[in-house]
């Protein structure tokens, strides 16, 4: 199957500094990564679309500046989220759509296992 | 716009009870439904998807879902739970259609977390 995997799974920083969050697509080539925050006990929140070779789409309220996305290949997407601050920690989530794995207008999205991110 | 209702924040169950987890949708056009399973610190896993055909959809781990277009909903059952089925479960829908293409979004329920006891 799709598999998608993220690293790290768990980071620790201090406030101030910056993180990167790496989400790769291991078996299949992936023209649009999608981003997800997650808070406790919460839904998934969509951060930004991504596609390859292009800017990232953000959705409204997400700061671009702050979260910088980068798909600079079909296989890698990184987040980094800038001047980090301890409202920032959350479970950062990356999905990946396979455009070969397609039933009609329809392409799965397939989830990495997400990355814990604590802003001490 | 759509929307999705998950109308339990939490469904405690006894071991090998029957379980049902709902989920409503508003939308004024067809829709792709999903359920997604999330085991405690980690990413989401597909458990179902209903695009067409059939409204009775089988899925992993024994859980099933009926697709019920006049209620707007897409309940997920299991018959007899297990412990390891102790997770969160979330519903999304998402547009069909040529418009949206790759960029096309899913849009998420707000979960449902599943306590199995034993």
């Known amino acids: 199957g799709a598999v998608v995997s993220q690293h790290p799974s768990r980071v620790i920083c201090k406030s101030g500094t910056s993180v990167k969050i790496e989400c790769r697509s291991l078996?299949?080539?992936?023209?649009?990564m999608f981003w997800y925050r997650q808070f406790p006990k919460k839904s998934l929140m969509l951060m930004a679309t991504?596609?390859?070779?292009?800017?990232?789409?953000?959705e409204q309220g997400v700061e671009k500046d702050k979260f910088l996305i980068n798909h600079a290949s079909l296989t890698l997407s990184t987040l980094t989220v800038t001047s980090a601050h301890p409202e920032d920690s959350s479970f950062y989530i990356c999905?990946?759509?396979?455009?070969?794995?397609?039933?009609?207008?329809?392409?799965?999205?397939?989830f990495g296992p997400g990355t814990r991110l604590t802003v001490l | 716009a759509q929307s999705v209702t998950q109308l339990d924040s939490q469904v405690p169950v006894f071991e090998e009870a029957p379980v049902e987890l709902r989920c409503n949708y508003s939308?004024?056009?067809?829709?792709?439904l999903f359920w997604y399973v999330q085991y405690p610190n980690q990413g989401l896993q597909l458990l179902l998807k209903?695009?067409?055909?059939s409204t009775l959809v089988k899925g992993i781990n024994g859980f099933e879902a009926e697709f019920n277009k006049s209620q707007t909903s897409f309940h997920l059952r299991k018959p007899s739970v297990h412990i390891s089925d102790t997770a969160e479960y979330f519903c999304?829908?998402?547009?069909?259609?040529?418009?949206?293409?790759?960029?096309?979004?899913?849009?998420w329920g707000l979960g449902t977390s599943l306590a199995v006891n034993p």
């Open positions: 999905s990946a759509r396979a455009p070969g794995l397609q039933l009609g207008s329809y392409n799965e999205q397939f």
């Open positions: 078996d299949f080539q992936a023209t649009t």
């Open positions: 991504s596609n390859e070779g292009s800017k990232a789409t953000y």
């Open positions: 939308s004024s056009v067809s829709v792709y």
């Open positions: 209903y695009l067409s055909g």
């Open positions: 999304a829908v998402s547009e069909p259609g040529p418009n949206a293409g790759n960029n096309r979004k899913l849009i």
